[in-house]
């Protein structure tokens, strides 16, 4: 499949083919959605494979080709048959469940799509894979031990205060070593983002995201009523846990590398020591939920599409990645052996479980779910197993621990999201701001959201490329707030889960089975939840968590 010449007769003949009534046309939507779920799958397992080593020249050129080579003619010739699905006498025959949403997203593709982007969005790529790398070499040497930034991020979990602070500034440091050039790459790619929009004729390159991203059921006023709300529903929240930490550790200042260790003073929780040990405490305690939820784990075992562990030269972070053709995604992550991986793996696996619930939908646009239903599927499953988190964590006291972590990083998230796309909402309607403009309009954004409790004196410069960790500034303009939107949602599944965990599970599952064939309100109905974030429901959930973290002690 990723030879060019092959994939270009699949599209002449789909091009080509006459289409004489309602049912040769489902059947053409078919052969389309087959041959685009092949070419899915060739891309991803050309990156899969070159993030598992950004050090592999091999696997990183063969990804090269495919986004250079073969992904801009994809594009431009999916772009024809786009257009001739919707120029079709008997498009409003295909009445099926899921049809109207598939078609109202493929009409917007086709009225956003220009030539002049396809050579744009490959250098973007490009540029994103720069990126990539140069997050994957970053590595500290601390007492001697060449480590990752992830391995050395969990030492931020250990009880000695000067260890951690060194830590911390080590990391810090590493990350300011490259502000240049990661400043300079963003600036390059967000001059590109505007010439995109501009060519699609949007003022902006954040309009034209919430295009083509689909996004029909929430608007930027939208995102900026969330801000809103999580600046005064959460923040006081998560302000008043800060007091509660800077008054356990004892400290006359909460600094930020005192975020990450356990405020009672006791070491960090290590609940596995491999990423086959976390494998199976995961399918342990989806088990509990659904058997079918830990088969879907066992199954991607058994077909060798796990790379959980952490090592040099990966790329950072985690992800699931769909395997449309096949059925069984991927998951990679960093492990360590901290909570935080628990909570990734449990993350990542509700993804997958979303995978193989929708793959059975007939074609593959119904299986492309926005990020507001796929985040749903994953920070779901991690409230969703707390029940049972016993499995991993057997002492109570480190379960109590765990599960307080939890709740915390629940309302901690809230104001982090809200951070990133309030300055993605800054710098993409600004797209002349200097460097120092960009840097500026971090700090206040920052500043607006962290809260007045944690003191970042001295820290000025770190903190004004904090920024540059999070890799969907760079790699996924505009993907972030799902996670916010999809954390209130899982906040209402937990709420349900804790009053009838059997119908709980139920309608998660229903909805997970949906795919993406109704609109993001109705599959959160179908959930049993509203998809809502103005800041009185917003205030109606956070008062729960807080209530549970005050249960918890």
Known sequence: MGDRPSVERMFDELEARDIADAGALEQWVHDLSELEAAISEEGAWRYIRMT??????????RYQAF????????????????RKLVRSPFIDQLT????????????EQVRIFRDANVPLQTELRNLAQEYSAAIGAMNVTWKGETMTLPRAGALLEGTDR???EAVYRLIADRRLHDREKLDELYGRMLGLRQRIAENAGFANYRDYAYAALGRFDHHPSDALDFHTAIEQAVVPVVERME??????????ALRPWDLQVDPSGKPPLRPFSSGQQ???LAQQVFSKLDPYFAECLGTMQSMARLDLDSREGKAPGGYNYPLYETGAPFIFMNAVGTTDDVVTMLHEGGHAVHSFLSHPLPITGFK????????LASMGMELLTMDHWHLIYPDPEELRRAKRDQLERVLSILPWVATIDAFQHAVHTHPAWTVAERSRAWVETHARFSGAVVDWQGLEEQRASLWHKQLHLFELPFYYIEYGIAQLGAIGL????????????AAYTLALKLGYTKPLPEIYAEAGIRFDFSEGHVRALIDEVARELDRLG
Not at 52 to 61: G, M
Not at 368 to 375: H, K, Y
Not at 494 to 505: G, S
Request: with cysteine; aromatic share 6%; proline share 4%.
């Open 52 to 61: 598992c080593d950004t050090r592999d020249e091999e696997a990183s050129l």
């Open 67 to 82: 986004m250079n080579g073969v992904q801009p003619m994809v594009e431009e010739r999916m772009d024809r048959l786009h």
């Open 96 to 107: 099926g469940q899921g049809y109207a949403v598939y078609l109202r997203g493929l009409r």
């Open 162 to 164: 000067k260890e951690r």
């Open 243 to 252: 007091r509660e930490r800077r008054k356990s550790l004892s400290v006359d």
């Open 278 to 280: 976390l494998l199976a």
């Open 368 to 375: 492309s779910f926005p990020s507001e239903v796929a985040e």
């Open 494 to 505: 937990w709420l349900n889960y804790r009053r009838d965990p059997m119908a709980a599970i």
